[in-house]
């Protein structure tokens, strides 16, 4: 389990690094609606490293499906922090401002702050997402098999 999320985590960080570096490169960087697509990103990683945990296992239990694709987000999510942060305190200090001023914040803390917004908006994606697909990917009880689970006669 362990080596599959660490890939596909690693594999998610380096495509977030990669879309963010893209961004910067046309100067985009600095629109944060445009973060939205690290939601695709995020998402087919977390597919993927819960299809490829599954496709070695006879059956599927929820809670190992889920641990593979929150850790996989999860992983990509800290893994992307520690840059941000490198880039922020050390390549471009002035970009956090410049994503903060448009929060209309009355305090200048905005180096932490964005980097705190970044980890809970990975943490919460990457929840989010694996309980979707993991309603897609359990399995089902209606069958007649799964029928000895219910309440009913």
Known sequence: MFKTY?????IMAILLIAYFLLLKL?????YPVLSAFNGVIYGGGILLAIKKYRSG???LKYQKGFQVGFMSGALATLLFVVFMAIYIYQI???FANTIVDGWSLDFDSGKLLLLITVVFMGFSTSLVLTLAFMQLLKESWNTPEGKRNTMSN
């Open 6 to 10: 660490s890939r596909y985590g690693v």
């Open 26 to 30: 046309f100067g985009l960087h600095e």
């Open 57 to 59: 296992k006879s059956k």
């Open 92 to 94: 471009d200090s002035e």
